[in-house]
Protein backbone atom coordinates (compact mmCIF):
# COMPACT_ATOMS: atom_id res chain seq x y z
CA UNK A 1 0.00 0.00 0.00
CA UNK A 2 1.52 3.34 -1.03
CA UNK A 3 1.71 6.00 1.31
CA UNK A 4 1.25 9.67 0.57
CA UNK A 5 1.60 13.34 1.98
CA UNK A 6 0.63 16.61 0.93
CA UNK A 7 2.14 19.71 0.32
CA UNK A 8 2.46 23.03 -0.69
CA UNK A 9 -0.95 24.44 0.38
CA UNK A 10 -1.10 28.13 1.74
CA UNK A 11 -3.02 31.21 1.52
CA UNK A 12 -2.75 33.33 -1.92
CA UNK A 13 -4.63 36.14 -3.12
CA UNK A 14 -7.44 35.49 -6.26
CA UNK A 15 -5.18 35.72 -9.36
CA UNK A 16 -2.60 33.77 -7.55
CA UNK A 17 -0.83 30.60 -7.96
CA UNK A 18 0.22 27.80 -5.62
CA UNK A 19 1.75 24.42 -6.43
CA UNK A 20 1.06 21.44 -4.61
CA UNK A 21 3.22 18.06 -4.25
CA UNK A 22 2.58 15.20 -2.83
CA UNK A 23 5.56 12.33 -1.91
CA UNK A 24 4.84 8.90 -2.22
CA UNK A 25 6.62 5.77 -0.76
CA UNK A 26 6.14 2.54 0.35
CA UNK A 27 4.76 1.14 -3.13
CA UNK A 28 5.92 1.29 -6.64
CA UNK A 29 4.73 4.88 -7.65
CA UNK A 30 4.49 4.38 -11.15
CA UNK A 31 2.14 1.40 -11.16
CA UNK A 32 -0.36 3.85 -9.58
CA UNK A 33 -2.89 6.38 -11.40
CA UNK A 34 -2.82 9.33 -8.94
CA UNK A 35 -5.32 11.75 -8.81
CA UNK A 36 -6.38 14.91 -6.59
CA UNK A 37 -9.28 15.32 -4.94
CA UNK A 38 -10.96 18.76 -3.13
CA UNK A 39 -13.07 19.23 -0.15
CA UNK A 40 -14.51 22.62 1.34
CA UNK A 41 -15.84 22.86 4.28
CA UNK A 42 -19.78 21.37 4.56
CA UNK A 43 -19.50 19.81 1.60
CA UNK A 44 -18.92 16.03 -0.93
CA UNK A 45 -14.55 15.28 -2.05
CA UNK A 46 -15.02 16.47 -5.29
CA UNK A 47 -12.29 15.10 -8.04
CA UNK A 48 -10.11 17.68 -9.18
CA UNK A 49 -7.70 15.83 -11.82
CA UNK A 50 -5.94 12.90 -12.35
CA UNK A 51 -2.74 11.62 -14.30
CA UNK A 52 -2.13 7.68 -16.00
CA UNK A 53 1.09 6.08 -14.66
CA UNK A 54 3.22 7.39 -17.25
CA UNK A 55 1.71 10.64 -16.99
CA UNK A 56 0.74 10.49 -20.75
CA UNK A 57 -2.88 11.04 -20.20
CA UNK A 58 -4.71 13.29 -17.81
CA UNK A 59 -8.21 14.88 -16.64
CA UNK A 60 -9.69 17.11 -15.79
CA UNK A 61 -12.87 18.56 -13.57
CA UNK A 62 -14.54 21.49 -15.55
CA UNK A 63 -13.84 23.80 -12.91
CA UNK A 64 -10.14 23.70 -13.32
CA UNK A 65 -9.89 23.11 -17.00
CA UNK A 66 -7.03 25.68 -18.35
CA UNK A 67 -5.75 26.89 -14.69
CA UNK A 68 -4.91 23.89 -13.11
CA UNK A 69 -1.98 21.48 -14.56
CA UNK A 70 -1.46 17.91 -12.89
CA UNK A 71 2.20 16.44 -13.62
CA UNK A 72 4.17 13.75 -12.05
CA UNK A 73 8.36 12.59 -11.76
CA UNK A 74 7.76 8.82 -11.36
CA UNK A 75 11.82 9.16 -10.45
CA UNK A 76 10.99 11.02 -7.50
CA UNK A 77 8.25 9.03 -6.35
CA UNK A 78 6.03 12.76 -6.21
CA UNK A 79 2.93 13.84 -8.38
CA UNK A 80 2.33 17.65 -8.36
CA UNK A 81 -0.63 20.08 -8.89
CA UNK A 82 0.10 23.93 -10.34
CA UNK A 83 -2.84 25.54 -9.44
CA UNK A 84 -2.72 29.19 -11.79
CA UNK A 85 -5.42 32.40 -12.06
CA UNK A 86 -7.04 30.89 -8.06
CA UNK A 87 -10.58 31.35 -7.34
CA UNK A 88 -11.88 31.98 -3.62
CA UNK A 89 -14.17 29.13 -4.99
CA UNK A 90 -10.82 26.99 -4.98
CA UNK A 91 -10.54 27.33 -1.07
CA UNK A 92 -10.83 23.39 0.05
CA UNK A 93 -8.40 20.55 1.87
CA UNK A 94 -6.84 19.40 -1.63
CA UNK A 95 -5.59 15.40 -1.27
CA UNK A 96 -3.91 13.40 -3.25
CA UNK A 97 -5.15 9.30 -3.88
CA UNK A 98 -3.86 6.60 -6.02
CA UNK A 99 -5.31 3.83 -7.71
CA UNK A 100 -4.15 0.44 -9.15
CA UNK A 101 -5.31 -0.24 -12.70
CA UNK A 102 -4.63 1.68 -16.06
CA UNK A 103 -8.29 3.83 -16.28
CA UNK A 104 -8.21 6.86 -15.52
CA UNK A 105 -11.27 7.40 -13.04
CA UNK A 106 -13.00 10.20 -11.63
CA UNK A 107 -14.82 8.29 -9.22
CA UNK A 108 -13.74 8.79 -5.51
CA UNK A 109 -14.30 5.59 -4.43
CA UNK A 110 -12.09 4.12 -7.20
CA UNK A 111 -9.06 5.53 -5.10
CA UNK A 112 -7.93 3.47 -2.34
CA UNK A 113 -4.86 5.37 -0.80
CA UNK A 114 -4.85 8.60 0.74
CA UNK A 115 -3.03 11.39 1.91
CA UNK A 116 -3.77 13.52 4.83
CA UNK A 117 -4.64 16.69 2.75
CA UNK A 118 -3.19 20.32 2.70
CA UNK A 119 -4.65 23.20 3.29
CA UNK A 120 -5.22 25.99 -0.10
CA UNK A 121 -7.31 29.11 0.79
CA UNK A 122 -7.97 31.87 -1.84
CA UNK A 123 -8.77 35.13 -0.57
CA UNK A 124 -11.08 37.73 -2.84
Known amino acids: QVQLVESGGGLVQAGGSLRLSCAAS????????MGWFRQAPGKERNFVAAIARSGGSTSYADSVKGRFTISRDNAKNTLYLQMSSLKPEDTAVYYC?????????????????WGPGTQVTVSS
Open 26 to 33: GATFSTYI
Open 97 to 113: AAKRGWQLTATRTDFGS
